[in-house]
C-alpha cells in the first residue's frame, strides 16, 4: 500500500476574515487537481470561515493547537469538540514554535495528541531538533524521545489517522532548508522509531511523515522525490495561492 502524500499549510498567526476569504478563493481552483491530501492549518478565528470556503472542495481545514481537556477553566484554550463542531478535521500538535515559545512539552504533546483522536481529530504530530541538538550529535536521541513520547498509549489502529512532521527548528523561516539527503536520512530515523514501537509493516505503509521548514516551490520537487518523504508542513509559502499551489502541484 502506498503513502498518499500530504501537503499542509501552517498559517500560523496570520490572516484576518477577509485576508482568508482572498486566500482560500484563490487556492480552489488551482489545487482542485491534486495527486496528494491538500490541508490548510488557519488560526481558530479563521476556521468556521475556511471550512464554509471549501465545503465541496478537496481542500481540508486544520487547527494549529488544541486543549487536551472537554471542558472547563482553562482560559484561552479551544477544545477539540468545539474544533469538530466547526468541521476541522486536522490538528498541528507541538509544533517546535509551540515547545519554544509556550512551554509545550513532550508529555503534554501526548496529552493533547490523546484528545484529538479521541475526538476524531487527525493530529499533525511535529518533531525535530534544534541547530544546537544537531551541532551536538544528538538528532536521533531528540527523535527517538519525541516520537515516543508523543505515540505513548496510542493504538495502532490509530496510525491512519496520524500524520508527523519532520520539522528541524533550525530550517523553520530562515530560508535554509534541510537538504533533500539530510531530511529524507532524518526521516528514516522516526520511521524506524514507528516500526519498532508499533511493527515493521506499519510503519512502511500506514506512517505518513512529512518534511517543513522553508519547503517552498522551488524545493518541493526535490523533497518530494526522496523515498521517506511524504508530504511537507509549510508556513511561509502557505500564505500565497500561487506559492502553495505549486508545492501542492509539485
Ligand atoms: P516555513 O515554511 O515558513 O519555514 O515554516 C515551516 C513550519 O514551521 C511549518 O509548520
Not at 499533525?124 to 538528532?139: F, S
Amino acid at each position: 500500500m502506498a503513502r498518499k502524500p500530504i501537503i499542509a499549510g501552517n498559517w500560523k498567526m496570520n490572516n484576518t476574515l477577509a485576508e482568508t476569504r482572498t486566500l482560500v478563493e484563490g487556492l480552489i481552483p488551482l489545487v482542485k487537481d491534486a495527486k496528494c491530501d491538500v490541508v490548510i492549518c488557519t488560526p481558530y478565528t479563521d476556521l468556521a470561515l475556511a471550512v464554509e470556503l471549501t465545503r465541496g472542495t478537496n481542500i481540508h481545514v486544520g487547527a494549529e493547537n488544541v486543549h487536551w481537556a472537554e471542558k472547563g477553566a482553562f482560559t484561552g484554550e479551544i477544545s477539540a469538540k468545539m474544533l469538530v463542531e466547526l468541521g476541522v478535521e486536522y490538528v498541528i500538535i507541538g509544533h517546535s514554535e509551540r515547545r519554544q515559545y509556550f512551554g509545550e512539552t513532550d508529555e503534554t504533546v501526548n496529552k493533547r495528541v490523546k484528545a484529538a483522536l479521541a475526538a476524531g481529530l487527525k493530529p499533525i504530530i511535529c518533531v525535530g531538533e534544534t541547530l544546537d541538538e544537531r551541532e551536538a550529535g544528538k538528532v536521533e536521541e531528540v527523535l527517538v524521545r519525541q516520537t515516543k513520547a508523543a505515540f505513548d498509549g496510542i493504538d495502532k489502529e490509530e496510525l491512519d489517522n496520524i500524520v508527523i512532521a519532520y520539522e528541524p527548528v533550525w530550517a523553520i523561516g530562515t530560508g535554509k532548508t534541510a537538504t533533500a539527503q539530510v531530511a529524507d536520512e532524518t526521516i528514516a530515523i522516526i520511521r524506524n522509531t514507528m516500526a519498532e514501537l508499533y511493527c515493521p509493516k506499519c510503519a512502511e505503509n500506514r506512517v505518513r511523515i512529512q518534511y517543513g521548514g522553508s519547503m517552498n516551490p522551488k524545493n518541493a520537487a526535490e523533497l518530494m522525490a526522496m523515498p521517506q518523504i511524504d508530504g511537507g508542513l509549510i508556513g511561509g509559502a502557505s500564505l500565497k495561492a500561487e506559492d502553495f499551489s505549486k508545492v501542492v502541484n509539485y
